[in-house]
């Protein structure tokens, strides 16, 4: 009786963890699928990653020495990949498009877009855009505000 009531709990526990570890797994492999995409972008203009962050769909990254910015975004048609060298950027421009809800009892902030705008020195080129966050994609943040305030933040640092 003792060994059929451990062998039951170990078959539960069995079927609880599995699944976390599963999901824990996936979710490293898709990290370093996406880290490595980034890694391939830089390398493409003789560079390294020093510095990196992956949040959600995205990851973003940055080469600290020769001051080049790298971003991957994946989307449901394909991924997009982008890179900046900061040498050739004039300024930094924070897009972060909010809109107003009023309910009868309160008032909130919805975040519909979060993108770095980079405005090049040579008015000939365009302008390059990073989208952090679509409300029209992503149905809520994740995490991304957050990364999106730091990144910025270190972009203007090596801009000064």
């Known amino acids: 009786m003792n060994l059929g009531s451990t062998i039951t709990g170990a078959i539960l526990v069995a079927i609880c963890v599995v699944p976390v570890v599963m999901m824990e797994h996936k979710r ?6 996406t ?12 560079c390294k990653v020093s510095k990196h962050e992956i949040c959600g769909d995205f990851v973003i ?30 300024n930094c421009v924070v897009q972060n498009a909010t809109r107003r809800i009023v309910n009868k009892d309160s008032t909130t902030n919805v975040v519909d877009k979060l993108e770095l705008n980079f405005i090049p020195f040579d008015k000939s080129k365009s302008d390059i855009t990073m989208e952090f966050f679509n409300s029209e994609i992503n149905t809520q943040l994740n995490g991304e505000l957050q990364s999106f305030e730091s990144w910025s933040k270190l972009i203007k640092s090596y801009l000064k």
């Open 35 to 46: 880290l490595q995409s980034l890694i391939n972008i830089a390398n493409q203009h003789n």
């Open 61 to 90: 990254g940055i080469d600290e020495t020769k001051k080049h910015v790298f971003f991957s975004k994946q989307l449901a048609d394909g991924v997009v990949n982008q890179s900046v060298n900061l040498a050739d950027v004039k």
């Open 28 to 33: 490293k492999k898709k990290e370093r699928k």
